[in-house]
């Protein structure tokens, strides 16, 4: 799934240059659900930097460590807790990679999955808002995953869908019907991602150390002769 992620400092106007950005993007060497975490939402149609808190909250949501800090892409149109959510307020995290643990015999070992290049990642997301009051409101996300593709798939199973920038207004638009921004969810193209083994001080959700990230093997990522 995706229970952690490292946020770097991006170049986010780089990325998308017509993005709003009023406030900073978070960051982190390892952050966890249940904390707050930038998002990117459409707003007066328009891309714009904001804040939300990483684990799903509909109004009527009684027990808040229930929230889901993922959903499964194969479930966004037959679930209650995320259909609306889907259909209308889509959103995209940006990262700089995701942290996975691959089962061994004795333990789980951590890998950091990147960008095979070590560029920004824009992950797919949907929100939602509760009105606390009728001025004030707290909104929330969850991350949206999907299989991984064959070179990633001996460490795990799932991963965040990435939009690539190009289709990221398609994603983020309401207007963009329910069946077609399904159809941007698909398992990253093998060549686009890569994934490397790190330090096991990351399993502790504590640690905010640089050195979470710091590779301690090389990167596994495709190659050409592995087309052939």
């Not at 992950?123 to 990633?152: E, K, Y």
């Not at 207004?169 to 159809?183: C, E, G, I, N, V």
Request: aromatic share 6%; net charge positive; hydrophobic share 45%.
């Amino acid at each position: 799934m995706a229970g952690r992620l490292h946020i770097a400092p991006l170049d986010l106007e780089r990325l998308l240059p017509d993005l709003i950005t009023e406030a900073a993007l978070i960051t982190g060497p390892n952050l966890a659900p249940r904390r707050p975490l930038s998002m990117i939402r459409l707003d007066a149609g328009r891309p714009r930097l904001a804040t939300a808190f990483w684990g799903l909250t509909p109004p009527w949501l009684k027990v808040l460590d229930h929230a889901p800090h993922c959903a499964r892409a194969e479930a966004l149109q037959t679930r209650p807790m995320f259909r609306e959510a889907f259909a209308a307020r889509r959103c995209l995290v940006p990262v700089s990679g995701v942290y996975a643990w691959k089962p061994q015999p004795r333990f789980k070992q951590p890998f950091l999955v990147t960008r095979a290049d070590r560029g920004p990642l824009l992950l797919a997301g949907i929100w939602c808002r509760f009105h606390t009051s009728l001025s004030q409101h707290h909104d929330s996300m969850a991350l949206i995953t999907v299989p991984t593709n064959a070179l990633l798939a001996p460490i795990t199973d799932r991963l965040p869908a990435v939009i690539e920038p190009g289709r990221a207004a398609r994603w983020l638009d309401p207007q963009t019907s329910p069946q077609d921004a399904q159809a941007l969810l698909e398992p990253a193209p093998a060549e686009l991602l890569g994934a490397f083994m790190v330090s096991r001080k990351v399993n502790d959700p504590a640690c905010q150390e640089p050195s979470c990230a710091h590779p301690t093997g090389p990167m596994l990522r495709h190659s050409v002769s592995q087309e052939r």
